[in-house]
Each structure stands twice: as C-alpha cells, then as structure tokens.
C-alpha cells in the first residue's frame, strides 16, 4: 500500500493510496477518511463506512463533493472510497462508453470474456479492500456501506448477499432494479453473458425475498432525478421489500435531481444513521 | 441573464446564469446560492456573501466542494461565485500559462494592452455584477465579500478600496502582498506594466495604511500550505494592520494546506463570521 497524498480535513485525514489488487490484476487507487479520533497514538481504529460512487465516478467524487467529513469527523466515523472499476488495462472497448467498462464495473463478478479475469469489483468492495485496510489496522471490522446510483445497487447487493457483514447500509437513488433498466441490462449482458436467470444475485430488487438479515434499507431518491423513470424502479424495490415483509425506508424527496448537491444535502441523516448502527 | 441550471441543495437553489459582461466584453456564467427563506413567494432578496476563487478555478469549485450551502441555508444566506476571468475571448498568450490570462483575473483592472479592452474584474465583480443582481432582485444590497488565494487576495482589496460597500471581509490563504510574490509581480506586469507605483492600488498590505474604514480582515492560513512561504506572505500584511492599527484576525492553521478540503473544515466559521455582519 503506497501512501500517495495525506490532506488534512476537519482535523481529521483524508488519505489516498495506491495498492496492487490481487482480484482485479491491476494496481487500483482508493481514498480513506480518518476522523481525529484515531490520529491519537494507540488509538483503536474507527468503525468505517463503505461508500460506492457512481458511473463515470472515480475514488475522489464523494470526497470532495459530499460535504461528508464534518459529520465523519464529529461521530469518529471512517470513511472508505474505492474506485469504481479496475483501471488500466487496456482491454478491447473498455473506454468507449461512461456505462460499461471502466468507470462502470457495478460490483460484481464478470463471468464474460474479456472482462472475466479482471472484473471483480464485488470480491474487491466486499473482502480484498476491507481484508487489507483491517490488516493494517487503518480501519475497525465495524462496517456499514451506502452509495450511489450505481454505488447504490452496489451497497445494496453487498449488504443482501452478506448477512452479518454490515451492520448498516443506505443508498442514494440507487439502481434499484437493474435487471429491469437500460443501465443494469448492458452492464450485466456484457459482464454475464445473455442468461438472465445468472443476472438475479446482482439485483437488489431479486435479492430481497431470499434475504436472510433483515436489514433496514435507508433510500433517498429525489423526485426530479432525470434517471428515475427510466433507470433507477425504486418502487420495484419497494414492492419486492412489501412482499417480503423487508424493512424498508424510502424517502422520495420533492425537487432533488441526481447530483451530489442531493446527496450533500442528505449526507448528515445517512451517516447518523450508519453511526447509531456502528454504536458510535 | 440567461438561467442555464437550477439544482435543490439543502432546500435552496444553486443556480448557474450566463450574461453579457458590458465591463468584459464577453459572455460570463455564475453562479449562485439562493437559501430556502428567499424562495417562499413575496420573500425579500436575502443578504449576500460573494466568494471570490483562486487561480484555475471558475464559479463551480466553490459550489461543489466547500461544503457551505448547509450553513448558508441555516443562516438565510445567498452566496454568489463570479468566475475568474473574462472568457472566450482568444487574446494572445491567454491559455498560455495557469497564473496569467484566463482563470487568473487577479481581480483588478488591466492598464496594458492586450488586456487593458476586457481584463476589468475588479470593476466585474465589485460593481458590475452586483449591480445586475441587485437590480434583478436576485440578492440584496447588504454584501459580504471573501476568497481563496488569488480570491482572498480579490476579497481583501474590494474590502480596502470600497469603504461602506461591504459589512464585513474574510480570505482563505490569501495572496496578501501581491506586489513582492511570484504570482503577484507576474500578473501585475502583465496586466498593470512596469510601474510598480501603480501596482500598490492592488495590494492588500499597501491599502492597509491609507484605509479610512476599520473593517476586521478574518483570515485563516494553513501552516501546511505549500505556496505559503513564496506566494502569500501573511505577515507582510498583519505587519502592516499592527502599524496602521487595522483590525486582522489572522489565525494560522497548524496542518492544513491550500485545498478545498482546508476551505470546507473553517468555512461554517467564515459564514458565521459574515452572518453576524449581515443581521442574520
């Protein structure tokens, strides 16, 4: 792990690093938010919040645009951005579109070539990155996760496939259903191949009637979100959690779009939540 | 005033206009924050903070990564971010460099040609734009000022050279002495020429002196800072306030360092700082 830049914030540190991923056969960036509590000598570290960003997003779009290390810094939370795709690869068509490839690896595992071998973004969110940053002891095994968009459904499927992982998780206008979306539709027929039935333990939505933790889903999505229609389906989620008797919280928030003016506004409320769930 | 976009951020409107700049000669964007107490319908035009950015930046970095909208919209606040420098308009050597031509207004009006025709911020931003917002109803007469860097240095030398314009002044890292700083010395022979006795209308610590109104300058620097030693020199100007007995509250901040992050972690103090000022 190589320490790239170290940013003082809110007398806390925001970190970046660069690492060699061992599932992704690539050398991947990612940043970590360090609340003051733990630059202390001997301090234990802190209980740390997972966040996904988005298509076309990298490790630094939360960081910078969030607003969230005032609240991180006044709960002792941790915070952990990981970049969104394998990067540098160079494989056929990888940068030809902000929705597939890198940039838009949507957590999971690719079956389909070329991407096969190095596409893995749900075994690198859910164990490679947390397993390394735990062994350096830069974070606490107390974990919750949340994100956006695309990071969304990320947090969401890590959470429903992992009981016990997670003692929390939220997400802003998550892709909900991407079985059912132009968005999900490409990125899991290019990633998994044409058999759809192989697409439902990647979709939120298909996930929630097997669930076997009954974990709270804190969503907020905004009412004038130009990809809600079309890409996003929160009310199949919300049908899928109804029927299972899931415990759901989905609040569509009049006038909010998909920007991260949105999730600024709303950041506090969804890290009070993963903090009173962290028992900070 | 063209309205290019209205985004929900804490229940207020960040707005982005364009504008044909009769003082530039060239179309400007900027933006603005309008808190949620002026949008109820009737509701008077709130008080006003405008920022002032730093060399590269145009009118979104504040906006996007400062983290402010949440204390403006608590405060009843309007925040307005002009851009940095006349756009668009092809002079020669413009692009050339990142601390001279476009993004690097400094905020004063140029004497030399070929820039003496458009490079008028300081008119832009001081008379121009306010005039245009004020009129329009957007934001009300009563006016703070601040910046970062090359902005803190713009935010100063409004303050200094318009007494009774402003209720009060604030900078992040300001460039306090521009005449005796690399920055400074190159922006001011290529915009004002030789003369260095014409350079002292655009210096914070040579206004101190001869400034009639004893408006506080809050500034916070960062101890980690890297341009602090070449470019900002601080103690030129609260050297020149203790001689003059001009009110400075310079607060050097041990660890922090010139980014955002640095903004984002004192700028609530900052707002509260012009809140107070402005009745709010």
Redesign the interface.
């Known amino acids: 792990m190589e320490l790239l830049a170290t940013?003082?914030?809110?007398?806390g540190e925001?970190r970046r690093y660069r690492h060699r991923s061992a599932v992704l056969g690539c050398d991947m960036e990612f940043a970590v938010y360090l609340p003051p509590q733990v630059l202390a000598p001997g301090a234990a570290p802190a209980p740390v919040l997972y966040w996904l960003s988005g298509l076309t997003c990298n490790d630094q779009n939360f960081m910078?645009?969030a607003?969230a290390?005032?609240r991180a810094a006044e709960l002792g939370m941790a915070i952990v951005c990981p970049d969104t795709s394998p990067r540098g690869l160079d494989l056929p068509g990888e940068d030809d579109s902000y929705d597939f490839g890198s940039g838009a690896g949507f957590y999971l595992n690719a079956h389909r070539e070329p991407w096969a071998a190095h596409y893995h973004m749900y075994d690198y969110v859910v164990t490679e990155l947390p397993g390394l940053l735990e062994a350096e002891g830069l974070v606490s095994h107390r974990r919750a996760i949340s994100g956006h968009s695309m990071g969304g459904h990320g947090a969401l499927v890590c959470a429903l496939k992992n009981p016990g992982r997670y003692a929390s998780v939220s997400a802003f206008a998550p892709i909900c259903h991407p079985s059912a979306c132009p968005w999900g539709e490409k990125a899991f027929r290019g990633y998994l191949g044409d058999d759809v039935e192989a697409w439902a333990e990647w979709d939120a939505t298909l996930l929630v009637p097997a669930a076997i933790e009954r974990l709270p889903l804190l969503i907020d999505q905004?009412l004038?979100d130009n990809f809600l229609e079309e890409q996003l389906h929160p009310k199949a989620l919300l049908s899928a959690c109804q029927k299972a008797d899931h415990p759901i919280e989905l609040r569509m928030q009049s006038?909010?779009?998909h920007?991260?003016?949105?999730i600024?506004?709303f950041i506090?409320e969804h890290l009070d939540h993963h903090g009173e769930a962290l028992g900070l």
């Open positions: 940013t003082l914030s809110f007398a925001h910078q645009k607003g290390h005032r905004g004038a006038g909010y779009d920007s991260y003016f949105f600024a506004s506090d």
